[in-house]
């Protein structure tokens, strides 16, 4: 039975890593392990910032709505009660726009928002 050598394989396994690692600083783009371990590494902060990112956006997104609706007299828990109250389905990614982008438009829905909740109230 033949001797059989992985030369190829392994090569290729190797240059894989090495090609991911490059433009690292030092070792870690130039020695395998040292760069196993750096992308390895990369990749797990890589796969758990994919997850952070969307947090992230989703708190940036309501800090802008919230010091826009301030503006406006509310605070972000009863703008966001309120335009629910009066059926206004966006999503907060869109109403940080339009709180950056559209004031005017903004400053409606702030209205609207107020003037749902004061509704039952009157009743």
């Known amino acids: 039975m033949p001797r059989v050598k992985k030369s190829p394989a392994s090569r290729r396994r190797r240059r894989k890593i090495l090609k991911a690692a ?9 020695l395998l392990r040292t760069a ?3 992308v390895d590494r990369a990749l797990r902060y890589a ?3 994919r997850r952070q990112r969307k ?5 940036l997104w309501i800090i802008r709505i919230n010091a826009a609706v301030r503006l406006h007299g509310l605070s972000y828990s009863r703008f966001m009660a309120g ?3 009066a059926n206004v389905d966006i999503d907060r990614k869109m ?9 005017q438009s903004f ?11 004061a509704a ?3 009743q």
Do not use: I, T
Request: glycine share 8%.
């Open 22 to 30: 490059k433009g690292y600083r030092g070792g870690r783009s130039k």
């Open 47 to 49: 796969y758990r910032d």
């Open 55 to 59: 947090r992230e956006f989703r708190a």
């Open 95 to 103: 109403l940080a726009e339009m709180a950056v982008n559209d004031a």
């Open 107 to 117: 400053g409606r829905l702030a209205e609207l928002a107020r003037s749902s909740q």
């Open 120 to 122: 039952p109230a009157n």
């Open 36 to 38: 196993s371990e750096a």
């Open 83 to 85: 335009l629910k109250q």
